[in-house]
């Protein structure tokens, strides 16, 4: 069994972890972390856990993790800086869920708007793009939830080098926010709204042109994220501008052929949250028209986005089968 330690156990990502673990054939919780919560039973903060957990939240000290094969940071950026090289110095694996690794220490800083003091090398954890890097990490960063939807949906055609310029329309659920209330996500401001922000200046948009960039260095990106009220999923069309013209079946092809291997990707003709909800699935739909190739993807952002998705990477990391513990139908309707 491998053994795993949650550091924020209290938050969405966190309890997201411990939910879908529990039906993990080949791990172990042996410690979660909550500093507001320490001592209490991890099931009377999380009353759907209630009968799968009965360990108390424990606070964030390394010498809890003692049995510890990997930890998952569940924290947010700028954070999970101060622990990722501790436990990766005392011998364990370790999958950060924040923002801390995904980018170049200079792009961090100048994105964040913070030093970064405690800087390592790590690999970007999209497994449809980074497999064997993955299998060989000891620290992985998870992306975030925008970027996976989007990068998934046009990263075929970049490979191809087929793209000029990419606008991504992205809706997100309000979970992407965390678990603390803020006027954003207070219940008025939202319901019945949908709401733009960061519309020209979202930090996601440098995972995008980091990883996009991989492929085709001289794509140009558009973002523009925005909360719908609804608490999991987003929903991104990314309105694709190709240098030349592709007929549908040219455009199945590139896809069935790039994502060949990949159990959570599923091309469909149409696509809704509801299809993905609560899975480990990114949803891809394609439609050519007249001036551009629009791609849809839908993930659930807790599952595909975040939490579902630090697992897939555990088990490229430990030699499983990707899909241990993942591979489950969605919840529809
Ligand atoms: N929500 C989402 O859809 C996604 C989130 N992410 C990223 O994953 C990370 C976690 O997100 P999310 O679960 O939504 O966040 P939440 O705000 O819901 O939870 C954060 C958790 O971190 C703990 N925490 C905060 N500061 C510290 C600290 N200094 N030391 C130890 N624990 C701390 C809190 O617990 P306590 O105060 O009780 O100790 C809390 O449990 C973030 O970096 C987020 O950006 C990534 C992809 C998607
Ligand atoms: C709806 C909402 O607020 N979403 C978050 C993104 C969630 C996520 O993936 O964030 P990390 O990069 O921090 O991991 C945001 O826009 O900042």
Known sequence: MIKVGVVGGSGYT????????????????????????EGKKIWSLHKFLKGFFD?????????????????????????AMRYAPEFLDAGLKVI??????????????????????????AVYGLPEIHRDEIKKAD???????????????????????????VVFDSKSGITGAGVSPTDFTHYPNLHEAIVPYKVTNHRHYWEMV?????FQGDIKISFTPQVFP????????????????????EVAEIYERFYDGCPFIRLQDSIRLSYVRGSNFCDIAFFVGTDRVVVSSAIDNLVKGASGQAIQNMNIMFGLDERAGLYFPPLFP
């Open 55 to 79: 360990l108390e939240f424990k606070s964030p000290d390394i010498r809890y993790f003692d049995d510890c094969d990997l930890v998952f940071l569940a924290v947010p950026h700028g954070e």
């Open 210 to 214: 980091q990883e996009l960039g991989r």
């Open 96 to 121: 950060d869920l924040s923002a801390d690794y995904r980018l170049d220490k200079k792009t961090f800083e100048e994105v964040y708007e913070k030093e970064h003091i405690g800087y390592r090398e």
């Open 14 to 37: 966190g309890s997201e972890l411990l939910r879908l673990l529990v039906n993990h054939p080949e791990v172990e919780v042996k410690v979660v972390t909550s500093r507001k919560y």
């Open 230 to 249: 609804g608490s999991r999923g987003i929903l991104t069309n990314a309105h694709t501008f190709l240098r030349g013209e592709l007929e549908l079946e």
């Open 139 to 165: 620290l992985v960063a998870n992306p975030g939830c925008y970027p996976t939807g989007a990068i998934l949906a046009v990263a075929p055609l970049a490979e191809k080098e087929l793209i000029d310029r």
